[in-house]
């Protein structure tokens, strides 16, 4: 007993003295170290409702035909009890469970053992081995992108499937979505708390580790900067790339083959949905490289908020737009389905230009043109954990002298085109803009918050250039 007690302290002293090295040189770049009342208060929120949101949803469209508010109706009334609603609802089976196991495994086996070959004969596609930005420990991680090419076997493999070999039926997702959920949430509850409990007893870098000491936040927000195992699965890079959205065109398409199967046809809504949202799909693919200097990966520590998001949130919420079509199909008139494309590809428009002048911005250091002139920027400079100085140039020109998130806008433009494709009948299709205007305007804030810690007053610099974060004079 007296042996244990003394093998306790010695690990709580190992990691108070880890937080008192790191946090002395590390400052306030990246996650929190303390906690205040209002971040504990939404984080306790999140675990406790994120659940039961998602189930919600779900169960609206599988019981009540997508409607949002005849559930609430139905308990506040009386004529449904919380255990009729349970009761309906179908659970995990080992079927829907052999699915995602292969699915998983089989998603882990293209990310770690098939180095990316893609980029050695699609022009302009960078694959292979990239580095990424530098951590606040000062450590720069080496990442085999080949997300494009995971998408394009796994696809190859469907369409195969669906028509030539009829292994199963195309609208296998749809008709194990619920209890794929259960299976969704095992391994993102899983993955979160293997996350934290590796960060604790064997971090990859432990001066990348953050604890504030409330459980709660540090499960929620992770406390390993990268987690990985072995040299090249990153915990970060695979949850928000794969399995998640890999999954997202496949699951649009069983929503449509569902729709064939009921209806005899697919409407033009839900082929405008499988198509912009393929777009944003092959877009991360194809700009994956580039996706690792962002704040995913730049900032966020690995928790449940990315572990259980990725696994959970993301294919589930992110997609009910062809869950709703599947119940109500809506044949758009020529009008409006033209509209809703050009919002979409504008949006994308918008999206697109404003990472590539970034992009281009970056890899050339400034030495390139911005809507034909030399672009203007300001230099910034930050501290690592190792003490070594860095310099950024932080550029006011382009779009990005418009607004300092402009970027956000396009992606809020094509989130409204997808939940306009569903008409206006029901409110469901319409929680995509309502959460990503939400998620988006708080990730702004995020931001900005953590490079004012990381660039002081260099930061104020910058945005007294460019004092808008969203939309030029309004945000």
Known sequence: MVAHQEKKLAVERKHQNMQNDTKASQGQWGRAWEVDWFSLASILFLLMFAPLIVYYFIMSCAQYQCSLTNPLLDLLTGNKHLSDIWNRTPMLTYRAGAIYSLWVAFQVFLYVSIPDFCHKFLPGYVGGVQEGAVTPAGVMNKYEINGLQAWIITHVLWFANASYFHFFSPSIIFDNWIPLLWCANILGYAVSTFAMIKGYFFPT??????????????????????????????????????????????INLSFAAKQQELYGEVTNSMILVNVLQGIYVLDFFWNEAWYLKTIDICHDHFGWYLGWGDCVWLPYLYTLQGLYLVYHPVQLCTAHAVGVLTLGFLGYYIFRMTNHQKDLFRRTNGNCRIWGKKPEYIECSYTSVDGTKYYSKLMTSGFWGWARHFNYTGDLMGSLAYCLACGFEHMLPYFYIVYMTILLTHRCIRDEHRCSSKYGKDWKRYTAAVPYRLLPRIF
């Open 205 to 250: 870098n432990a001066k990348d580790c953050k604890f504030t000491g409330n459980f709660f936040y540090d499960y929620m927000m992770g406390i390993e900067f990268n987690p990985r195992i072995g040299k090249w699965f990153d915990f970060k890079l695979f949850f928000n790339g794969r399995p998640g959205i890999v999954a997202w065109t496949l």
